[in-house]
């Protein structure tokens, strides 16, 4: 995965490189597995993208959550990969996922606590 802070830059590389992957998956049969994890992995980074435009704080929050949700469902699909199969992409994508739920469970806690400021401090 590239090295970037940008999230959206993030997220999108790794929607790319699980595309790349799930080719592999359908070319192998996989086709189950294939489709739920390509749905998840490439939805996380069009949430965060679609975050970037929220209308306020409490809608960008919620598509954040729904980003964060993604990558977890997206973590459960590469493990479930990883019991089952030998390819040496799952172990990359784990990491790469990882370092997702992170850095949104971090934005999601900044804006958590950003929202729960009295209004006279924004």
């Not at 929607?15 to 390509?38: G, Y």
């Not at 965060?48 to 409490?58: D, L, T």
């Not at 019991?83 to 934005?107: F, P």
């Amino acid at each position: 995965m590239e090295t970037k802070t940008n999230l959206v830059g993030l997220t999108k590389s790794f929607a790319i490189e699980a595309i790349l992957f799930n080719d592999k998956l359908q070319k192998d049969k996989h086709f189950t597995i294939s489709n739920q994890f390509s749905k998840s992995a490439t939805s996380i980074g069009a949430n965060v993208f679609e975050a970037q435009y929220a209308e306020s704080k409490r809608d960008f929050l919620h598509k954040m959550k729904i980003a964060e949700k993604e990558a977890n469902e997206t973590s459960y699909w590469l493990d479930i990969l990883a019991s089952t199969t030998e390819y040496n992409e799952v172990k990359l994508l784990q990491g790469d996922v990882t370092v997702i739920q992170k850095i949104l469970a971090r934005s999601i806690q900044t804006v958590k606590r950003k929202l729960e400021e009295p209004a006279n401090q924004h």
